[in-house]
């Protein structure tokens, strides 16, 4: 193929739009190493660099939040919740992406739990702490497991959405060589999905990552914190310490940005297009 | 193949569940000691409340006490409530959820404690007035108070030679002269909808019944008559305050008046850690709203702000006895009113913060009002109905909608309210 | 050969539903059960039968809020797809510092609300007055959100800045799928810009367009914590949305009851609209 030169519109809208973002990243990353005393109303106030460039906000953020335990949780929680949603809703995928066109039953299974997505967690969670607590699941395994039923109608609504994109000769070549359609599954699509595996696992990775609520409500009074519940902990209505915070902020953004950096690399090698068409 | 594989993925999962409800239930402490909970709301106050647990325990034997203070406690209270899941001692304020939790039967009646002899009898009358209909019993033991008026820049005040006012028309030629200097008088942060409610609730003490709203679900008066006054007023005040008010937050006004921008900011006392965590050094007082034409009419704006109550499940009475009674040592209270410049509800000598000097006066002799919104209910949104009036101004269709709503929203309670009426005749 | 694939899609699908009912069909249908009642989320309950639904229908609040949601969800969809299809295109295009920007771009999607609230807050409180100001635009001399005629172009220019990045991604992904040769084809035909978009990319990309709009209608009708974090329903409850509604006056205020009948019928509303737009889009699909 020939080597086209730089897209300069590209570039310019890019560019353009990242000022968006750098002037938000800007004041978060100065906010974070000012002190309270620092903080201002007015423009030139907030758009200063603080007056010393100390770790103390970081430090003293990690020691609140008990850091360390706390990004255990988290990780613990999102890392199990991405794998479970992987294997599971691409199965689940699968089996209805294969047949809702042609069968009644598959096709309403499809409908009913894509339109679980719509139903208001705030109607769910009185019921679920109760049913959780009723099942000794008021942990964060349970929370793990609610979290695999509340992101299974997107996840299962993207995948078999891109099933669509991939033709049945695959599976059928497989099946003339005798395999089961279990192991055709494992053998070949999953496989191929790879760019929607990591599109899944950013989707739901990041809303784990991020989740207040359904910790607070499971977990409430196991005395175990994610990330974001401790972080809870800077904000009270009479008073925020949004130094603090934005420290504590920073460094949780950390790992997920990791987290998306190598996924998006998956979702953009694009190996689907070699193998399938 | 297949099976193989579904199979790990079922026992993994299953054993996982089997693994976590052992452990669930298997983290009991050593069975000797009585085990006491508390959940109590304030998190700002978390530190205070860790060393109590500490010091508690390493002066007991026989009761192991363990106090958390979460973030967003009322949520997470009540859906432990729903899991039957109970605490022994929570932690919260005297507003409408004690309302609520008194009426669902939640709290245990406490009146063998002894320690409620020390109580000033204010704050025990106050909790009494928030049972829904009266209830047989007491049920919370009040501990710390917060107060609202107007929080004033001391050191810009002497240097102006202001006055601090003691009458609604004081409190205008104070405004009209603090203009008159290029000076804003106040600061509001009318972004965050609940900041409204601060100088509704110190202006409605001075203007309202204490009792109006339940003189409503009596069906004895109408808000459009008894909040008049106090709206009319509100609408005054308003035009000492920045041009966009709403634009601004509680944490924008509160930098704002720690930086000098305003003379006064009408704000509780617990707006007071904030403020100086920007400016350290702003030397500033308080003042009661002086909303009254009157300086006789006027009262100070104080509500529970901390009440510790048992819960009807707690096993161990006694137990709960004794950690209310550490709590209430005056050691302790003191340590809680240096950190979070509160008013104790017990008697006794305790120095009060400074930043109250202004109100002590009030306070020593008894001359308080409960927030008239601890008797709103939060569903019916009346700081945001508060925000909405001061936008378009119009009183009537104000007082209008409070009328309608207040009838829609408590429905159940005005039911409940006439349903005891009936009953126990017209005991008032 | 034909049962042994049927045996395993219902192996596979039996346990995953199963699963699914337990914990988001059982609750729902208890939720559903309370907006009978006046439950408050705790203590004793009445039955009221439907006396919920009736008042519903009354509660101008509600109304308002359904029109806000509605409002921000088609605006925020527009705005977001057009941006985030826009940028997918840059940022699949032969640029530099492809992975810097690919980054970069993910990050509004990560910052923490309480972080972009504070942020933007303050952008429009104090920055962009200051700006109007000085180039004299007399209608930004005052702060977007404390205006609730325009408040809801602020949580809509912050739903769009946190949404634009997971849209820019499925986009790309879609654009993945694009087949080189396609291109290779069309440039021979003398497709090039707009052109080549509109009959050769766009036509290809349709399912993850798809995707899209299914993700904006659940991320904005559903819009929470970008109220919350931002104006809490304010000035003058003009910025109310209804799963704040919900959450607000069900968990935090005693409306339990109440705000279940609200959620079940806004299920049902949301369930309808799109239906009718998985119909529509799935028409488009087959039609190309």
Known sequence: ?277 | MKRRNGKYLGAALCGAAAVMALTGCGSEADSHKTEIEIVQYKPEAANYFSMVEEEFNATHDDIHLTISSPNDAMTILKTRFIREDYPDIIGIGGDINYSYFVDAEILMDISDYEGLKNINQGYLNIDESLELVPTEGIYAVPYVANAAGILYNRDMFEEHGWEIPTNWAELNALCETIEAEGILPFYFGFKDTWTCLAPWNSMAVDLAPADATKQVNRGETTFAKEYREVSEKYLTLLQYGPDDPFAYGYNDACTAFARGESAMYPIGSYAAPQILSVNPDLNMDSFVMPANDAAEGNTLNSGIDLQFSVLAGCKNKEAAYEVLNFLYEDANIQKYIDAQTAIPCKKGDFALPSILDGMTEYIASGNMTDYPDHYYPSEMAVDAQIQTFLLKKDVDAFLQKFDTDWLRYNRDIIRLVQDYERQHGNAD | MKNERKRTFLLITIPILALFICFNTIPLIRGVIYSFTNFKGFGSYDWVGLRNYADLFTDARVGRSYWFTFKLAVVTTVVVNVLSLLLALALNSKIRAKSFFRGAYFLPNILGSLVVAYIFNYFFTYILPAVADMIGIDALRTSILSDPGSAWIGVMIVCAWQAIAMNTIIYISGLQTVPEDVYEAGGLDGATGWKQFKHLTFPLIIPFFSINMVLCIKNFLMVFDQIMALTKGGPAQSTESISYLIYNNGMSGGQFGFQSANAVVFFIVIVIVSVAQMKFSGKKEEQL
């Open chain 1, 1 to 277: 193929m020939i080597e086209k030169k730089t897209n300069i519109s590209a570039m310019t809208v890019l560019i353009l739009g990242l000022s968006t973002i750098a002037l938000p990243l800007y004041l978060t990353i100065v906010i974070a190493f000012k002190q309270p005393t620092e903080m201002t109303n007015s423009i030139s106030g907030i758009l200063s660099l603080p007056k010393t460039w100390s770790l103390n906000n970081f430090r003293e953020a990690m020691e609140i939040t008990d850091f360390w335990n706390s990004l255990k949780n988290s990780l613990l929680i999102t890392g199990l919740t991405v794998v479970l949603s992987i294997v599971v809703h691409s199965l689940m995928g699968y089996a209805l992406g294969r047949n809702k066109a042609k069968s009644k039953f598959y096709s309403f299974v499809y409908l009913f739990i894509v339109s679980g997505m719509f139903v208001p967690f705030a109607i769910l969670m009185m019921p679920l702490a109760k049913q959780t607590a009723e099942l000794g699941l008021a942990n964060w395994f349970g929370v793990i497991l609610l979290y695999v039923v509340f992101y299974m109608p997107m996840n299962v609504l993207l995948y078999s959405g891109y099933l669509v994109n991939i033709p049945m000769a695959l599976e059928e070549a497989a099946k003339v060589d005798g395999a089961s359609t279990w192991t055709t599954y494992w053998k070949i699509l999953f496989p191929i999905m790879r760019p929607m595996h990591a599109t899944v696992a950013v989707l739901t990775a990041l809303a784990v990552w991020n989740d207040v609520m359904t910790p607070l409500v499971i977990m409430a009074g196991s005395g175990e914190n994610t990330l974001p519940l401790a972080q809870l902990n800077f904000q009270s209505q009479f008073g925020t310490n949004y130094n603090l915070a934005f420290a504590s902020y920073l460094l949780s953004l950390i790992p997920i940005l990791i987290f998306y950096v190598i996924c998006q690399k998956q979702i953009l090698n694009g190996v689907v297009n070699g193998a399938v068409k």
